[in-house]
């Protein structure tokens, strides 16, 4: 049996099957397996968002049980710095948008679980979720600095440069010579 590849193959015909280049396709694909494997996990924007109220809710709920109002908001930026590091560059600027919608988002789910079951649930949200954003508003600022420092590091500039020359074309707001859409004949 010969040695040859497809290189070597007369006319460019593909050498025997079960030849050398079978094999070398099989070892190929199990070092792609393996370097898949070993490489960062990157999230989609929405990945990122998930991470985001999945870790702020978490700590936020452990930090009503527990009585550890640090935990909240450390909780929740350390949410951000994680979604900021695995998402995907070309989603940078999904995710340095969403911080406050998320916060609040788990914040308002994290006070509503620990409601139910308490007396008022108009009031028991309405206070709870007032005290809990009075009290940890310093890390939602925290976390959203987080989110757009790494976003910095990691493409965000080319991001908005990128939105900028999309939007560059529609002009939403320019002003035509005839903007008045009704035209009186004067010629009578």
């Known amino acids: 049996m010969s040695n040859s590849t ?11 099957p079960g030849g050398p280049v079978r094999r ?18 990157t999230l989609t924007g929405r990945g990122g968002i998930v991470v985001m109220f ?18 909240a908001g450390g909780g929740f930026a350390a949410g951000c710095a994680l979604a900021a590091f695995a998402t995907r560059p070309a989603d940078l600027l999904t995710l340095a948008v969403s911080p406050p919608l998320v916060f ?13 079951g ?5 009031r028991g949200l309405t206070v709870g979720v007032l005290t809990s954003l009075a009290a940890t508003a310093p890390w939602l600022f925290f976390g ?23 939007l560059v074309g529609v002009r ?3 002003k035509e010579e005839n903007a008045d859409p009704v035209q ?3 010629s009578s």
């Open 118 to 122: 308490d007396g008022s649930l108009l």
């Open 172 to 174: 939403l707001f320019e």
């Open 54 to 71: 999945a870790t702020g809710l978490a700590c936020a709920l452990l930090s009503r049980w527990l009585g550890v109002g640090l935990l």
């Open 24 to 41: 070398q396709r099989g070892a190929s694909s199990r070092a792609r397996s393996d370097a898949a494997s070993t490489a960062p996990v």
């Open 184 to 186: 009186w004949d004067e």
């Open 6 to 16: 497809v290189d070597d193959a007369p006319g460019g015909a593909s050498p025997a």
């Open 104 to 116: 609040f988002a788990a914040t308002f789910t994290a006070v509503l679980v620990d409601t139910l």
């Open 144 to 166: 959203t600095l987080l989110v757009l420092v790494i976003g910095l590091f990691r493409g965000l500039p080319a991001n908005v440069r990128e939105l900028r020359g999309k």
